[in-house]
């Protein structure tokens, strides 16, 4: 079951993201599982539509892929703001300083869809729009790793 978009603060919204993020590559751990790496992210907005991409691994043109995808898709592109990966309880949140913009509010369930340096969160709530965001989220994650091919 997808976790939900909960409140974080000053810093607006976030998501518990621990496996997704450790899938991603946008954290590290030790043997022990304390964290040793925590990735800078940038977080873009489309409608219904989370695209965060670390800011040292994914390269310029990978990212330009991914957005012109996803804008072209949505019919939309919002703001893209830095964000940061957090330990928050066991494992890892992300902040989500622009998902107002995409339409997310606190309480939506939001499947987080893993890719190397890349977290495509969609919107999960039963609507046709819904599924097209998950099918461009499965989209974003193929093409992404066609980009390492």
Do not use: W
């Amino acid at each position: 079951m997808a976790n939900k978009i909960k409140p974080s603060g000053a810093d607006g919204l976030a998501l518990q993201d621990t496996k997704p993020a450790r899938a991603a590559g946008l954290v590290d751990e030790n043997p022990d599982g304390d964290a040793t790496y925590l990735a800078d992210v940038r977080v873009y907005a489309f409608d219904q539509l989370l695209l965060v991409v670390n800011r040292d691994t994914v390269d310029t043109p990978a990212v330009t892929d991914l957005a012109v995808m996803a804008a072209r898709d949505t019919d939309s592109i919002h703001r893209a703001m830095d964000a940061s990966i957090q330990i928050a309880g066991n494992g890892y949140q992300v902040q989500l300083p622009p998902a107002t913009d995409a339409g997310f509010t606190e309480g939506d369930r939001a499947p987080c869809h893993p890719a190397p340096g890349v977290l495509v969160i969609s919107t999960d709530d039963g609507t046709p729009a819904g599924a097209d965001s998950a099918r461009l989220a499965a989209d974003l994650v193929s093409l992404r790793r066609h980009h390492l091919e």
